[in-house]
């Protein structure tokens, strides 16, 4: 069985400041990671993904999220928010067993101020 | 290449009206997924192929069917609809894990 948290639902931050929208896993066999955004009234993009590879992990639009499995997380971070990050993040993760399956999170909601 | 495209993007129906909205692809995935999108409650899988001629049942499947003809279309069928099934639906497609999505499709059930 596998689980995704998404901590906050709401996060709000300043333009130009760091963006930190976290993620925690659950998963009984090594896990694929995913971030998609959903811009509104959009579908869902691949932002960036996490196949075993390196344990950090660059996106698009400078987004880049790291690894840890003693944490069981993969945080999604930028080091300075643009007015047009302003969206819907959605954390999910899946596995080999799952037959392409994916478990999303509830997602987390950016606003960036100006 | 069009992607994920999702007919019609908007619908409302009836309660008890029946209607089939349609998912193509043109990546030649082999996977398919039906999701609805509720306000606070994230994605629900409906129902989702593993490749032509398959179907099987997610999380929220009741009150839905589906079905995979051809490669590189999925279809969901709404019976008879209720107001419980207004929602904002997805379709995506992928290969092995990453998915794509298609724009959605927006039903109001009156």
């Known amino acids: 069985a596998q689980s995704v948290t998404q901590l906050g639902s709401h996060v709000s931050v300043s333009e130009g400041a760091l963006v930190l929208l976290r993620c925690n896993y659950s998963?009984?066999?090594?896990?694929?990671l995913f971030w998609y955004v959903q811009y509104p009234n959009q579908g869902l993009q691949l932002l960036l993904k996490?196949?075993?590879?390196?344990?950090l992990v660059k996106g698009i639009n400078g987004f880049e999220a790291e690894f840890k499995k003693s944490e069981t997380s993969f945080h999604l971070t930028k080091p300075s928010a643009h007015m047009s990050d302003a969206a819907e993040y959605f954390c999910?993760?899946?596995?080999?067993?799952?037959?392409?399956?994916?478990?999303f999170g509830d997602g987390t909601t950016l606003t960036v101020k100006p | 290449n069009a992607g994920v495209t999702q007919t019609p993007k908007f619908r409302v129906l009836k309660t008890g009206q029946s209607m089939t909205l349609l998912c193509a692809q043109d990546?030649?995935?082999?996977?398919m997924y039906w999701y609805r999108q509720d306000p606070g409650m994230g994605l629900r899988l409906i129902h989702y192929?593993?490749?032509?001629?398959?179907?099987a049942k997610g999380e929220v499947p009741d009150g839905y069917n589906v079905s995979r003809l051809k490669k590189q279309n999925f279809l969901l069928g709404l019976e008879s609809a209720a107001p419980s099934q207004t929602s904002v639906y997805f379709c995506?497609?992928?290969?092995?894990?990453?998915?794509?999505f298609g724009p959605g499709t927006r039903l109001t059930v009156t």
């Open positions: 995506a497609s992928s290969r092995i894990y990453e998915q794509y």
């Open positions: 998963s009984s066999v090594p896990p694929y």
């Open positions: 996490y196949t075993s590879a390196a344990t």
């Open positions: 999910a993760v899946s596995d080999t067993t799952n037959a392409g399956k994916s478990t």
């Open positions: 990546m030649n995935h082999e996977y």
């Open positions: 192929s593993v490749g032509e001629g398959t179907t």
